[in-house]
């Protein structure tokens, strides 16, 4: 009887009688645990305690997925969103779905990961476009932010190339269109977009535009949309009106196979007709889909099926780039780190953030906008307040990782001096575009991350904790500044490490190196 009334009382809570799994997970001793949240990455390995995240209706700005890794070989991996805690001492487990059982893999962190990764996302040996890898990318956000107009573009663009940056991906960002929802460019901002388009190409430049799965309401598109029954709706069997971070808008219910036919036919007509390569595929966020009131084409679908759907668009489009995701792990999608503030804490999240996403099977990532991707931090720049050590930091960082973007303009912030060691750092990138190039076809075909925590390559040498260096495959050790101080430790895995300047390392210990403002310290591993 007392069971029956905890369960009616949970009824009356909830609204319904869904059962609830737990699962508790026992840490064993010296194991430790990966997982579940990219934008948690500088939490893990969770030593210390996190509140119950909720992987359903929370996403930090970043991608989610219901997988969590141990170094000790074991895992957790749920074809739902799940709500977990964790700490040193395990793990709990609460689904609303399925129960959820703890997995072994073998005995150490990259045993867990690729068991996990060829049952549950294997890869399918397809790559996004290759340019994402081997030239750096540039976003016009940072510097024209909501005004984004043809004049500016071509002068971005042409300031790449002036100062001596290689051309690459060029995105136009968010307030190009008329509205959410339509996808014609502002005829007083873009007077003539397939011209700008074409010299863009002439510079040397691919050219992506930002877009969303928002539509403006009271627009021409959103009653077409709802004539045909391509809207998310609400209770009233009316389309939804959804609060995302620049207002309140209906969106497409990417559930109907005929809305996303509809819609991916839209964005082609967009190619064919401006010449553009291809799109960044903004939102997606599971929160913006977490009302239980909402009514899709799927039954029952819940925020994290909204997501994906979403993700899914991406595969029509070698140029696509995501920020957002669902379990698509082991798919030809680009993926992007959350919007980052200007400062060392931001910095030093990029190398745990950038492991945490290769663990949970997106390998194709890139590092946040150098320096930050929120705009506010550029406002108003007085040189003699502004540390431009952090721009260059940065730029290291995202030198030796898969991918760089640009967005704010180095030239704008930086003085000669410090524009030239960026400049350096962007050529860089592209002299080790070879070997880049060669970790992402392995990983297409093995799933493996590209960006790997060193207790991934090297198990039970004491790197567990380890959160400021990592392995750029199986061949560098990088270990970038992330601090104001010019000098920094370096732990050296077992074995003998060329240093960036030509000096052999023995390993199996730990150095201190001076580390000047112009210097990124990786170190290639020896045969």
Known sequence: MKGLINLLIAFFISGSLQAQYITEVQSLKDEYWWGGVTAYGQ????????????????????QVVSLL???????????????????????????????????????????????????????????????FFTVPQYNTWIELMYNQNQKDVLEYAHNIIAHGF????????????????????????????????????RLGFKVMLWICPFVSADSPEFRELDRKGFLIKDHRNKPAILNWWNGYSACYDFTHPDAVDYFVSTLKDVQKKYGIDGFKLDAGDNGIYADKDLISYKPDAI??????????????????????????????????????????????????????????????TCPDMIGGGQYKSFLN????????????????????MPMMQFSVAPWRILDD???????????????????????????????????????????????????????????????????????????????????????????????????????????????
């Open 166 to 201: 290689p051309p690459g991906i060029l995105m136009i960002d968010d307030n190009w269109q008329n509205y959410y929802g339509n996808f014609e460019f502002k005829s007083k901002k873009f007077p003539n977009p397939k011209a700008m388009v074409d010299e863009l190409h």
């Open 303 to 364: 925020a994290t099926d909204h997501t994906k759907a979403w993700a899914q668009i991406g595969l029509e489009f070698p140029f696509n780039e995501y920020r957002a995701c669902w379990q698509m792990g082991g798919k030809p999608l680009i993926q992007r780190l959350g919007d980052k503030n200007y400062s060392w804490s931001a910095v030093q999240s990029l190398i745990p953030e950038m492991i945490a996403a290769g663990l949970l099977g997106y390998a194709f």
């Open 381 to 400: 720049i007085k040189s003699n307040e502004f540390d431009q050590s952090l721009i260059v930091r940065s730029t290291q960082i995202h030198a030796l």
């Open 69 to 131: 890794l141990s170094n000790k070989g074991r895992f957790i991996w749920s074809d739902y969103p799940f709500k977990f805690t964790a700490s040193k001492d395990g793990l709990r487990i609460n689904s609303d779905f399925e129960k959820v059982d703890i997995k072994t893999g073998g005995s150490t962190l990259r045993e867990a990961y690729l068991t996990a990764c060829q049952k549950y996302f294997p890869p399918e040996g397809k790559l996004p476009e290759n340019l």
């Open 43 to 62: 939490k893990m390995p969770y030593v210390e305690p996190i509140r119950e995240y909720n992987l359903l209706t929370e996403n930090n700005n970043n």
């Open 417 to 527: 001096e410090n524009l030239d060691i960026v400049k350096c750092m962007a050529h860089l990138h592209e002299q080790m575009s070879e070997y880049i190039m060669e970790c992402v076809r392995m990983s297409a075909k093995s799933g493996e991350p590209i960006v790997r925590h060193m207790e991934y390559s090297f198990p039970n040498e004491g790197f567990e904790i380890c959160k400021d260096q990592y392995m750029l495959g199986d061949k560098y050790m990088i270990a970038p500044v992330v601090t104001s101080e010019n000098k920094r430790y370096v732990k050296l895995p077992n074995g003998r490490w060329k240093d960036d300047q030509g000096k052999i390392h023995r390993g199996g210990k730990t150095i201190t190196i001076d580390v000047p403002l112009y210097r990124l310290p990786y170190f290639e591993k020896q045969k």
